[in-house]
């Protein structure tokens, strides 16, 4: 069985390189261009891992994050955030709410994303 | 309230245009009435005076709120610079994070194979993806300090392990430049006390500054830590061209770059030393430099060591 991740990000040509990358890597790619849609997708497909963005359109990754904390059928699927925020309190508010790994974007490559994830599945 | 706006532009309280406007008042009232009570001794008829008095009173009150006016438009487009230089650089980590992913992807190969003749091409392009990256990262963090938005983790950090970490991953970059670079640790250091990415940040500062303005023939770079009293003390001493001896006051100061430094030879945005003065003084060290010209700069700092509460 190929593992789901839903990858909720805002920037189409994010959603291009992850994709292939992903996709070449073995995984089913769902992706949601804002937060509103990224969430109705979560609750809908219960995907092995989700992959969010902070800065979204219609709905903003924490907001997004504590919706799917407050939904049990969504509660419990391991969140990656990969923003481009590196602000204190937005990483404290994210692992507050229980993601495994805060990753900025500029400071992590395709290949350790990947790690992060296999990491995460393995669980 | 009235002092607001010394938050506002991140001010102390006697460098608030507000504030100064409010103590000059005063001033203003005091002198008019202690000048018109002697006056009133002296003078036959006090109307005159008072008229005088008056007068001045006015006229000192309009030139210190002009005064004061001035001052608050600086301070205001200090903070929009500031706040536009914050909102540009972190504008700026969305396409590059996009570059940096998407030739990552075309390195890999699995587009595609790269032919040899095209490495070079790719290497550039992946070269000044990062230099960017560095630059955005540089005046993002310049922002928040100056807008006082600049906030500290507080860790126990093995600074040795750090240091080695950053020397290996600079030892490609040493030896391109002929540079040898040698450590001295004591034996059993104590952990210090501060943000762990943060430290690594100055640390990779300092060396790189070591190693790029080392002189073109052989040299070497040495970096030394020890526990000294209650602190840890981390030193490193280069052979370069060293900073002038009038430069040496300003070497602190953003976007400042020595008058000896070939600019267009070195890259650097004179940044560095004043981000990393920032980040040992608000982990509570001091940071300290000595240089001679031609002969080589020694930069060293403390830390707290880590205590267990």
Same mark, same amino acid.
């Given at each position: 069985?190929?593992?789901?991740?839903?990858?909720?990000?805002?920037?189409?040509? &994010?959603?291009?390189?992850?994709?292939?990358?992903?996709?070449?890597?073995?995984?089913?790619?769902?992706?949601?261009?804002?937060?509103?849609?990224? &969430?109705?997708?979560?609750? +809908?497909?219960?995907?092995?891992?989700?992959?969010?963005?902070?800065? &979204?359109?219609?709905?903003?990754?924490?907001?997004?994050? !504590?919706?799917?904390?407050?939904?049990?059928?969504? +509660?419990?699927?391991?969140?990656?955030?990969?923003?481009?925020?590196?602000?204190?309190?937005?990483?404290?508010?994210?692992?507050?709410?229980?993601?495994?790994?805060?990753?900025?974007?500029?400071?992590?490559? &395709?290949?350790?994303?990947?790690? !992060?994830?296999?990491?995460?599945?393995?669980? | 309230?009235?002092?607001?706006?010394?938050?506002?532009?991140?001010?102390?309280?006697?460098?608030?245009?507000?504030?100064?406007?409010?103590?000059?008042?005063?001033?203003?009232?005091?002198?008019?009435?202690?000048?018109?009570?002697?006056?009133?001794?002296?003078?036959?008829?006090?109307?005159?005076?008072?008229?005088?008095?008056?007068?001045?009173?006015?006229?000192?009150?309009?030139?210190?709120?002009?005064?004061?006016? $001035?001052?608050?438009?600086?301070?205001?487009?200090?903070?929009?610079?500031?706040?536009?230089?914050?909102?540009?650089?972190? *504008?700026?980590?969305?396409?590059?994070?996009?570059?940096?992913?998407?030739?990552?992807?075309?390195?890999?190969?699995?587009?595609?194979?790269?032919?040899?003749?095209?490495?070079?091409?790719?290497?550039?392009?992946?070269?000044?993806?990062?230099?960017?990256?560095?630059?955005?990262?540089?005046?993002?963090?310049?922002?928040?300090?100056?807008?006082?938005?600049?906030?500290?983790?507080?860790?126990? %950090?093995?600074?040795?392990?750090?240091?080695?970490? %950053?020397?290996?991953?600079?030892?490609?970059?040493?030896?391109?430049?002929?540079?040898?670079?040698?450590?001295?640790?004591?034996?059993?250091?104590?952990?210090?006390?501060?943000?762990?990415?943060?430290?690594?940040?100055?640390?990779?500062?300092?060396?790189?500054?070591?190693?790029?303005?080392?002189?073109?023939?052989?040299?070497?770079?040495?970096?030394?830590?020890?526990?000294? *009293?209650?602190?840890?003390?981390?030193?490193?001493?280069?052979?370069?061209?060293?900073?002038?001896?009038?430069?040496?006051?300003?070497?602190?100061?953003?976007?400042?770059?020595?008058?000896?430094?070939?600019?267009?030879?070195?890259?650097? $945005?004179?940044?560095?030393?004043?981000?990393?003065?920032?980040?040992?003084?608000?982990?509570?060290?001091?940071?300290?430099?000595?240089?001679?010209?031609?002969?080589?700069?020694?930069?060293?700092?403390?830390?707290?060591?880590?205590?267990?509460?």
């Amino acid at each position: 069985m190929r593992k789901k991740i839903l990858f909720i990000e805002d920037e189409s040509a &994010l959603q291009k390189t992850f994709g292939d990358f992903l996709e070449k890597e073995g995984f089913e790619l769902i992706s949601a261009l804002d937060g509103e849609t990224g &969430l109705k997708l979560a609750e +809908k497909e219960i995907p092995d891992l989700i992959l969010l963005d902070l800065i &979204l359109p219609k709905m903003e990754g924490v907001e997004v994050l !504590k919706k799917l904390r407050e939904n049990p059928k969504t +509660k419990d699927i391991p969140v990656i955030v990969l923003t481009n925020v590196d602000d204190f309190e937005k990483l404290e508010k994210s692992l507050e709410l229980g993601v495994k790994a805060y990753l900025v974007k500029t400071d992590f490559t &395709l290949e350790e994303v990947l790690q !992060k994830i296999k990491e995460e599945l393995k669980e | 309230m009235l002092f607001e706006e010394c938050k506002k532009y991140h001010l102390p309280l006697y460098r608030c245009p507000s504030f100064i406007f409010f103590v000059l008042g005063l001033i203003n009232i005091f002198s008019i009435l202690t000048s018109y009570s002697i006056a009133n001794k002296i003078v036959e008829d006090p109307r005159i005076v008072a008229l005088i008095c008056a007068f001045l009173a006015c006229f000192l009150l309009i030139l210190s709120y002009f005064a004061t006016k $001035t001052f608050e438009a600086l301070a205001e487009s200090n903070r929009i610079k500031s706040e536009f230089v914050a909102i540009a650089s972190h *504008q700026l980590k969305t396409p590059i994070s996009n570059l940096k992913f998407a030739l990552e992807i075309l390195m890999s190969g699995k587009k595609g194979k790269i032919e040899p003749e095209q490495i070079e091409y790719f290497q550039i392009l992946k070269e000044n993806t990062n230099r960017l990256k560095e630059l955005a990262k540089d005046l993002l963090l310049v922002s928040k300090i100056e807008v006082g938005d600049f906030k500290l983790k507080k860790e126990e %950090v093995d600074i040795r392990e750090l240091t080695e970490n %950053v020397v290996k991953n600079f030892t490609p970059f040493a030896k391109a430049h002929n540079v040898e670079i040698k450590c001295y640790f004591e034996e059993n250091l104590p952990k210090i006390f501060g943000d762990k990415e943060q430290i690594k940040d100055v640390i990779e500062t300092l060396l790189d500054n070591a190693i790029k303005y080392s002189k073109k023939e052989k040299s070497l770079v040495e970096i030394k830590i020890c526990k000294k *009293q209650k602190e840890i003390y981390f030193e490193i001493k280069d052979q370069g061209i060293g900073i002038p001896k009038k430069d040496q006051k300003y070497i602190f100061e953003k976007f400042f770059r020595g008058s000896n430094v070939p600019k267009n030879e070195i890259p650097g $945005t004179g940044l560095g030393l004043f981000i990393a003065k920032s980040i040992i003084e608000r982990s509570g060290g001091k940071i300290n430099l000595k240089s001679e010209e031609n002969k080589g700069t020694t930069v060293s700092f403390t830390l707290p060591i880590f205590q267990k509460a």
